[in-house]
C-alpha cells in the first residue's frame, strides 16, 4: 500500500465519518441567541455606569463620616489611568479591562461561566471570595434550585446582564459592566457592596488582552543585577475565541522577580513546542547599580506554565518549582490550569 | 434553515447570516471530525460563531471567516482537551454502513477513525483540515498557527500511522 493510497483511504474516512454529524442542530440560532443576549448586557452599561457613579458619590459621602479606618472604603481613582495602592485591610483584584478592590482577606472562587451564566464550578467562602470564570473543579452548582449565596463575593467577567437580584436570605447582588468586563458584588451588607462598588475602574495594571504571545528580555550587565524594584504579574489565559485575556494580576515584591530570574538562570535549556493557552508575565526593573545614575535594567520573564519554559529572551529554559514558586500566590493558583490541575 | 434575516437585521449582520447560511453545515462536520463527539462540535461552533458574529465587520473584511470559525474551533478543542488533563479524545461509536465492500469499507473507516482518536488535538486537526478540507500546508499552517514545517510533520506521522493500521489489519492483527 503507497502513500496515495493510504491518503485515499484517509480522504474516505473522514469523508464517511463526516456524514455521520448532525447538521440539523440549531447551533446558529443559538450563538444568534448568545450575541444578542449580549448585545442586550451593553445596552445596560450606560446605565450602570451612571449607577457607579451615584454609587460612589455615596459612599465618598459615608467614608467622610466614618470612625473605623479599617472599614473605610478605598479611595477611589480619580483618573481611572494610574495604579494606586489599596487602603490596609484591601487588595486590588484585576480582570480583562477591570479593577476593583476587595476586603485582603477574601479568598479566591468561580464564577458564572460564559457557556452556562447559571453555573458555578468552586464558589468560594466565608469571609468572602472573588471568583472568576474559571473550571476550578467539575463539582459546579446552579444558582437556581432554590440556592442562595452564603459568603460575599464579587464576581469578576460572570456572563451576566448589569443589575440587580435580591434572594431571600438578605443578599442582593448587583453587576456592572466597566471597560468592557462585568463586576458582580453579591452581600447581604449593603454597605459593604457600596464600599467594593465605588473601587470599580479599568485595570492599569496590565494590558487587558494581547495580540500575541511576548517574548521574554532581560538587560543584563557585566556586574550582575542591582537592587530591584516593584514588579508586576499579569496573567492571561486564552479565551474561546482565541484571545488572550488578562485572568489576573498584581504587583509583587522585587525580591520574587529576581528569585525566579536566578531560578530560570540555572534552569536547562527547553526545547519544548507547544501552542501557549496561558502565561504569565513578570515585568520589573532593577537598580543599575555602576550605571552612575537613575538608570535602570529592564526585565521581562514570559512563563509559560502549559507548555513548561520560560522565555527570558533567546533560548527558552525549562520552567522549574523554584523559578515559580516566588510569586505563585493564591490568585495565580486559582487562576491558571498547571495550578488548577486536570478535573474529570 | 435556523438562521432568519429579520427586516431589522443590519447589512453587517445580514452578511454574517448569509455566510453562516451557507458554510453551517460543513463547519459543524469539520467540528465533528476535529472533536470527535456532536456535542462537542456544536459547542465548539457555536463559541466560535458568536466571537465571529460580534467582529464580523473586521472578520469578514480582513480575514477568511472560514479559516478564522475553523482556528477558534480546533483552539477551544485543544484548550478542553488541555483541561480534561490530555485524556483520549471522545470518539463517537463506529456504525454500520452499506456500500459496494460493505466489510472493507467498514474496516478501513474504523481503522481511520481508531487513528484520529489516537491523535493529539493538534495533530488531528492537522489532518482533517489536509485530507477532508483539502487546504494544503500553508493554508493549515495559516488555520493552526503554527509553521508549514510542523503542519507537514504532523501529517506524514499521521499517515505513516495508519498504514500500519491498515497493514496490521490485512495481518488480521487488529
Given amino acids: 500500500m503507497d502513500e496515495r493510497d493510504v491518503e485515499q483511504v484517509l480522504r474516505a474516512g473522514l469523508a464517511g465519518h463526516a456524514e455521520r454529524a448532525d447538521v440539523t442542530a440549531p447551533v446558529a440560532a443559538r450563538a444568534r441567541a448568545a450575541v444578542a443576549h449580549r448585545h442586550r448586557t451593553r445596552w445596560g452599561v450606560v446605565a450602570a455606569a451612571a449607577a457607579v457613579v451615584l454609587?460612589?458619590?455615596?459612599?465618598?459621602?459615608?467614608?467622610?463620616?466614618?470612625?473605623?479606618?479599617?472599614?473605610?472604603?478605598?479611595?477611589?481613582?480619580?483618573?481611572?489611568?494610574?495604579?494606586?495602592?489599596?487602603?490596609?485591610?484591601?487588595?486590588?483584584?484585576?480582570?480583562?479591562?477591570?479593577?476593583?478592590?476587595?476586603?485582603?482577606?477574601?479568598?479566591?472562587?468561580?464564577?458564572?461561566?460564559?457557556?452556562?451564566?447559571?453555573?458555578?464550578?468552586?464558589?468560594?467562602?466565608?469571609?468572602?471570595?472573588?471568583?472568576r470564570p474559571i473550571v476550578q473543579t467539575d463539582v459546579c452548582t446552579y444558582l437556581r434550585s432554590g440556592w442562595q449565596p452564603t459568603a460575599p463575593?464579587?464576581?469578576?467577567?460572570?456572563?451576566?446582564?448589569?443589575?440587580?437580584?435580591?434572594?431571600?436570605?438578605?443578599?442582593?447582588?448587583?453587576?456592572?459592566?466597566?471597560?468592557?468586563?462585568?463586576?458582580?458584588?453579591?452581600?447581604?451588607?449593603?454597605?459593604?457592596?457600596?464600599?467594593?462598588?465605588?473601587?470599580?475602574?479599568?485595570?492599569?495594571?496590565?494590558?487587558?488582552?494581547?495580540?500575541?504571545?511576548?517574548?521574554?528580555?532581560?538587560?543584563?550587565?557585566?556586574?550582575?543585577?542591582?537592587?530591584?524594584?516593584?514588579?508586576?504579574?499579569?496573567?492571561?489565559?486564552?479565551?474561546?475565541?482565541?484571545?488572550?485575556?488578562?485572568?489576573?494580576?498584581?504587583?509583587?515584591?522585587?525580591?520574587?522577580?529576581?528569585?525566579?530570574?536566578?531560578?530560570?538562570s540555572t534552569a536547562p535549556a527547553s526545547e519544548a513546542k507547544c501552542d501557549v493557552d496561558e502565561l504569565v508575565v513578570l515585568t520589573g526593573d532593577f537598580d543599575d547599580r555602576y550605571g552612575g545614575g537613575p538608570a535602570s535594567q529592564h526585565q521581562e520573564l514570559m512563563v509559560a506554565p502549559d507548555c513548561g519554559y520560560v522565555d527570558i529572551g533567546g533560548a527558552p529554559r525549562k520552567l522549574t518549582d523554584a523559578a515559580v514558586h516566588p510569586w505563585a500566590d493564591p490568585g495565580v493558583r486559582a487562576t491558571l490550569f498547571y495550578f488548577i490541575g486536570p478535573q474529570g | 434553515m435556523d438562521v432568519e434575516v429579520t427586516d431589522r437585521a443590519t447589512p453587517a449582520e445580514a452578511g454574517f447570516d448569509a455566510w453562516v447560511e451557507a458554510r453551517i453545515a460543513a463547519l459543524l462536520r469539520f467540528a465533528y471530525?476535529?472533536?470527535?463527539?456532536?456535542?462537542?462540535?456544536?459547542?465548539?461552533?457555536?463559541?466560535?460563531?458568536?466571537?465571529?458574529?460580534?467582529?464580523?465587520?473586521?472578520?469578514?473584511?480582513?480575514?477568511?471567516?472560514?479559516?478564522?470559525?475553523?482556528?477558534?474551533?480546533?483552539?477551544?478543542?485543544?484548550?478542553?482537551?488541555?483541561r480534561a488533563g490530555r485524556r483520549e479524545s471522545p470518539v463517537a461509536a463506529v456504525r454500520e454502513t452499506s456500500g459496494a465492500d460493505p466489510a472493507a469499507e467498514v474496516a478501513q473507516q474504523d481503522?481511520?477513525?481508531?487513528?484520529?482518536?489516537?491523535?493529539?488535538?493538534?495533530?488531528?486537526?492537522?489532518?482533517?483540515?489536509?485530507?477532508?478540507?483539502?487546504?494544503d500546508y500553508p493554508e493549515i499552517a495559516t488555520v493552526l498557527g503554527i509553521t508549514e514545517a510542523t503542519v507537514r510533520s504532523h501529517v506524514h506521522r499521521a499517515l505513516t500511522a495508519l498504514r500500519r493500521e491498515l497493514e496490521a489489519d490485512d495481518r488480521g492483527e487488529a
Avoid at chain 1, 473605610?72 to 495602592?85: L, R
Avoid at chain 1, 479593577?99 to 468552586?122: E, H, M, R
Avoid at chain 1, 457592596?193 to 550587565?221: E, I, K, M, W
Fill in chain 2, 33 to 82: 471530525l476535529v472533536t470527535g463527539s456532536q456535542t462537542a462540535a456544536e459547542d465548539a461552533v457555536q463559541a466560535a460563531l458568536v466571537s465571529a458574529c460580534e467582529k464580523w465587520a473586521r472578520v469578514s473584511r480582513r480575514d477568511d471567516p472560514d479559516a478564522y470559525v475553523r482556528r477558534m474551533v480546533v483552539n477551544a478543542h485543544i484548550s478542553a482537551w488541555r
Fill in chain 1, 55 to 131: 454609587v460612589i458619590g455615596g459612599a465618598a459621602v459615608l467614608t467622610r463620616g466614618g470612625d473605623d479606618r479599617a472599614a473605610e472604603p478605598p479611595g477611589v481613582a480619580d483618573s481611572g489611568t494610574t495604579v494606586a495602592d489599596p487602603p490596609a485591610g484591601w487588595r486590588t483584584e484585576y480582570y480583562g479591562g477591570v479593577a476593583v478592590d476587595v476586603p485582603a482577606a477574601w479568598g479566591y472562587g468561580g464564577a458564572p461561566l460564559p457557556s452556562q451564566p447559571l453555573t458555578v464550578c468552586a464558589p468560594g467562602g466565608p469571609p468572602g471570595y472573588v471568583g
Fill in chain 2, 111 to 135: 481503522a481511520v477513525w481508531r487513528l484520529c482518536a489516537a491523535l493529539p488535538p493538534q495533530q488531528r486537526a492537522a489532518v482533517v483540515l489536509r485530507f477532508y478540507e483539502d487546504l
Fill in chain 1, 153 to 264: 463575593y464579587v464576581w469578576l467577567g460572570a456572563a451576566l446582564a448589569p443589575g440587580t437580584e435580591e434572594w431571600d436570605n438578605g443578599y442582593v447582588q448587583e453587576t456592572v459592566e466597566v471597560a468592557g468586563t462585568t463586576v458582580t458584588v453579591g452581600t447581604a451588607d449593603a454597605h459593604l457592596r457600596a464600599q467594593v462598588l465605588a473601587t470599580v475602574r479599568p485595570g492599569d495594571l496590565c494590558d487587558a488582552t494581547l495580540d500575541a504571545v511576548p517574548s521574554g528580555h532581560l538587560d543584563l550587565s557585566r556586574e550582575g543585577t542591582g537592587t530591584p524594584r516593584p514588579s508586576t504579574l499579569c496573567a492571561y489565559r486564552r479565551d474561546a475565541s482565541g484571545e488572550l485575556v488578562l485572568a489576573y494580576g498584581r504587583r509583587i515584591a522585587g525580591r520574587a522577580l529576581a528569585e525566579s530570574l536566578e531560578a530560570v
